[in-house]
T-cell receptor, first 110, second 118 residues
Framework: RKEVEQDPGPFNVPEGATVAFNCTYS??????FFWYRQDCRKEPKLLMS???SGNEDGRFTAQLNRASQYISLLIRDSKLSDSATYLC???????????FGAGTRLFVKA | DTEVTQTPKHLVMGMTNKKSLKCEQH?????MYWYKQKAKKPPELMFV???????INESVPSRFSPECPNSSLLNLHLHALQPEDSALYLC?????????????????FGPGTRLTVL
């Protein structure tokens, strides 16, 4: 079993749709949690950090459930420009070891 | 300045060549990372430097040799690579790590060097 697992995707949604990505992690030593997006042949870009209290940035909402070892990302009112691969990222206590989930590909269509 | 720069953008090398990848950041970050990313796969951590000291080596073959000359620079020296080492090599930096959480561990990536080994 992989240490960080994501929905396999791809997700194909129309513009304006709400889409949710899920991620689970297996190591209880995990300390910090992030969502990154990566466009084709580009570097990953930080979308948002994820906190136990939940956090929101415009159309994006991230949640962390430490008890269930589960992270989520909700995108509301999807735009064509949201089409990308979304990567769930976990770092261990001590902050050094960083593990990426396999990523979930999102296609937003007009 | 929130940019991480990497040179070269593209590199083609033979299996007997020696080359180096370079990474630079001017954000005052104290942790720097090397990742390898194959097509349609997520980045895989190779090395981590914290305060210019090697903190993590993820069992990377010795044909990859990292170097951190100062807190802003990170190099990856390549020697006797194999064709399967062809990949996108990404550098990242973060403000801090080692016991902290949250935004201190946010990593910012450079655009990568696309390496082809013939």
């Amino acid at each position: 079993r992989k240490e960080v697992e994501q929905d396999p995707g791809p997700f194909n949604v129309p513009e304006g749709a709400t889409v949710a990505f899920n991620c689970t992690y297996s190591n209880s030593a995990s300390q910090s949690f992030f969502w990154y997006r990566q466009d084709c042949r580009k570097e990953p870009k930080l979308l948002m950090s994820v906190y136990s209290s939940g956090n929101e940035d415009g159309r994006f909402t991230a949640q962390l459930n430490r008890a269930s070892q589960y992270i989520s990302l909700l995108i509301r009112d999807s735009k064509l420009s949201d089409s990308a691969t979304y990567l769930c990222v976990v770092t261990h206590t001590g902050g050094f070891k960083t593990i990426f989930g396999a990523g979930t590909r999102l296609f937003v269509k007009a | 300045d929130t940019e991480v720069t990497q040179t070269p953008k593209h590199l083609v090398m033979g299996m007997t060549n020696k080359k180096s990848l370079k990474c630079e950041q001017h954000m005052g970050h104290r942790a720097m990372y090397w990742y390898k990313q194959k097509a349609k796969k997520p980045p895989e951590l190779m090395f981590v430097y914290s305060y210019e000291k090697l903190s993590i080596n993820e069992s990377v073959p010795s044909r990859f040799s990292p170097e951190c000359p100062n807190s802003s620079l990170l190099n990856l020296h390549l020697h006797a690579l194999q064709p399967e080492d062809s990949a996108l090599y990404l550098c990242a930096s973060s403000q801090d790590l080692g016991g902290t959480s949250g935004s201190f561990n946010e990593q910012f990536f450079g655009p990568g060097t696309r390496l082809t080994v013939l």
